[in-house]
């Protein structure tokens, strides 16, 4: 049982990375114009009737970007970007509920990929131990808990912005690559925190009850062999004064 545990702690391990991959390519998303991270983006909308307005705009982490060539063109990058259609005149109606999800959408994120990384490093201790197996599960739940709140965000906030573009005649689209890595993301944290629980548990009859009964056994058997020893010399003391 307990030679599972590596086995287990290497695939949490590969969920792990594979989900800060995704959050990492997620939240670099339109910082430089470069592949890929220039084609990652949460909302697009055709902003062509706007006076002033690039043709089309996207709505990234960082920055509100104009399109050309299909690829996302940004200027200098702002951290914690909130989503705001003011910014380009959209007409599109506003309120400060967009303004504060997307807010708490930076910092939720950033926790998130605190404790991912605590975990993956935490993670290689799991596959010797099982409390490493526990205490990085319990990092990954942590991480799980945040990307979830940062994911849930994401599809509030932008889903509506897009059917309040849409309303407005202004055709608006979800960002495909965003959404997919934030979702499948959650998927792995939720993955790599069962692996690294069921890793925790492998092991456990052998290094509890079954040691303890092992002990119980040992010192009853030497009870009785000391028991025994006992009687065979009483009877052989009065074997010898019967002669």
């Not at 200027?75 to 909130?82: D, E, N, Q, V």
């Not at 990085?136 to 509506?160: E, G, K």
Request: overall charge positive; glycine content about 8%; aromatic content about 14%.
């Amino acid at each position: 049982m307990a030679a599972g545990r590596p086995i287990l702690s290497f695939l949490a391990l590969f969920f792990t990375a594979g989900a800060m991959l995704l959050m990492f390519l997620t939240l670099l998303g339109g910082v430089t114009n470069h592949t890929p991270l220039n084609n990652i983006y949460f909302l697009q909308v055709d902003s062509s009737s706007i006076p002033g307005a690039p043709t089309t705009s996207r709505w990234t982490f960082w920055n509100l970007c104009a399109v050309r060539n299909g690829r996302s063109q940004c200027g200098s990058s702002h951290p914690c970007f909130p989503f705001d259609p003011r910014t380009r005149a959209i007409s599109a109606p506003i309120t400060n509920h967009y303004w504060l999800m997307s807010r708490f959408m930076f910092p939720f994120i950033i926790i998130s990929l605190f404790f991912a990384t605590c975990s993956l490093f935490l993670g290689f201790v799991a596959i010797c131990t099982r409390i490493g197996s526990y205490l990085s599960s319990l990092l990954t739940w942590l991480a799980w808990l945040f990307q979830v709140i940062t994911t849930s965000l994401m599809t509030a906030c932008f889903v509506q912005g897009r059917n309040h573009f849409n309303s407005a005649s202004e055709p608006a689209t979800l960002g495909s690559k965003a959404f997919g890595f934030m979702w499948a993301a959650v998927a792995c944290l939720t993955i790599s925190a069962v692996l690294y629980c069921m890793g925790g548990s492998r092991g456990k009859s052998e290094d509890g009850y079954s040691g303890r009964e092992t002990r119980r056994r040992g010192f009853f058997a030497s009870r009785q062999s000391s028991t025994k020893s006992r009687g065979s010399f009483r009877n052989g003391t009065e074997r010898k004064d019967f002669a």
